[in-house]
C-alpha cells in the first residue's frame, strides 16, 4: 500500500484527481466508482478538469434496493449529480435495485464486471472498516450480491432521509473479491471517525473483521488520508 498523507479533503481531491489522470494516460477504460462523502473533492476535480471519459466505461459499487433512479438518495441520482452529468462517459453501470429479480440482477452486475475488468477502483472505507457495503464478516472472496444492511449503516446513512424508516434495508454491492479484482485501487479517507478503521486497515490483521484489511493482499493500491483519519497510524 502507498499511503499518501494529505492536509484535508480539498487537498485529498487534487490527489485523487492526478490518481484518475494517470490511470487514463496510462490506457485506463474502465472506473470502478464510490458515492459517499469522501470522494466528492475528488468528482469535483474531475468535474472541473478537461479530462475526457467519453470512451470509458464506469461500474459503481453499490445502490440501494427499492429507490427509483431520480429518487433524491439513490446513487444513481449522486453519481449523476456530483459526476456524470458534467463529465459523460461512453457508458455508466450502476446495480438496479428496482430489478425484478434481484438475485438475477447481482448475476448480471458480476458479468458485466468480468466483460469490463475494472483498471482503477475508488473506494471510501466506513468507521466499522466496510468497503461496498461489505460489512465486517462478509468474505474475501465475495462477488456482487444483495446486503441486508447493518444497524450501523442504516444509521449512519439516515442522515440524508427524512426519516430513519426511509433508509432502505437493502444494497445491491459489489463483493470485496470484485473489489480485488481491480487492477488498480484508490482509497480514501478523511476526518477522526475515520482513523480507527483506517489503522486497522493498513496495520491490522487481514481478517474479515475489518473487510478493508483485505486491500493487504492487493499489488497496486494508494491510499490517500488526512491528518485526522491518519492520526492513530504508526
Ligand atoms: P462516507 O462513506 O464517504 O460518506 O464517509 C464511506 C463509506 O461508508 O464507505
Not at 474502465?30 to 469522501?38: C, E, N, P, Q
Not at 470509458?56 to 449529480?81: A, I, T, W
Not at 490483521?205 to 492487493?218: E, G, M, N, V
Amino acid at each position: 500500500m502507498q499511503i499518501i498523507k494529505v492536509k484535508d479533503s480539498v487537498v485529498g481531491g487534487k490527489k485523487g484527481f492526478e490518481v484518475f489522470k494517470q490511470a487514463l494516460a496510462n490506457g485506463a477504460k474502465v472506473f470502478g466508482l464510490a458515492t459517499g462523502s469522501t470522494p466528492e473533492t475528488t468528482y469535483t476535480e474531475l468535474r472541473n478538469s478537461d479530462l475526457d471519459f467519453s470512451q470509458c466505461v464506469s461500474l459503481n459499487l453499490d445502490e440501494y434496493v427499492g429507490l427509483q433512479p431520480d429518487n433524491p438518495q439513490s446513487y444513481y441520482r449522486f453519481m449523476h449529480e456530483h459526476l456524470f452529468d458534467a463529465k459523460p462517459f461512453k457508458h455508466n453501470y450502476l446495480p438496479n435495485g428496482m430489478a425484478p429479480d434481484i438475485v438475477a440482477e447481482t448475476a448480471r452486475y458480476e458479468e458485466l464486471l468480468s466483460e469490463n475488468p475494472i483498471d482503477l477502483q475508488l473506494l471510501g472505507i466506513g468507521r466499522n472498516g466496510h468497503i461496498g457495503f461489505n460489512e465486517p464478516g462478509s468474505p474475501f472472496d465475495g462477488k456482487t450480491h444483495k446486503v441486508k444492511l447493518t444497524q450501523s449503516t442504516i444509521d449512519a446513512n439516515s442522515r440524508f432521509f427524512e426519516h430513519e424508516e426511509d433508509v432502505p434495508r437493502y444494497a445491491i454491492s459489489m463483493g470485496i473479491g470484485s473489489i480485488l479484482s481491480a487492477k488498480q485501487i484508490l482509497m480514501e479517507a478523511y476526518g477522526e471517525k475515520k482513523a480507527d478503521a483506517v489503522k486497522a486497515m493498513v496495520e491490522g490483521p487481514i481478517t474479515p473483521d475489518c473487510p478493508a484489511s483485505a486491500l493487504q493482499k492487493h499489488p497496486n493500491v494508494i491510499v490517500i488520508v488526512d491528518e485526522a483519519a491518519a492520526s492513530k497510524l504508526n
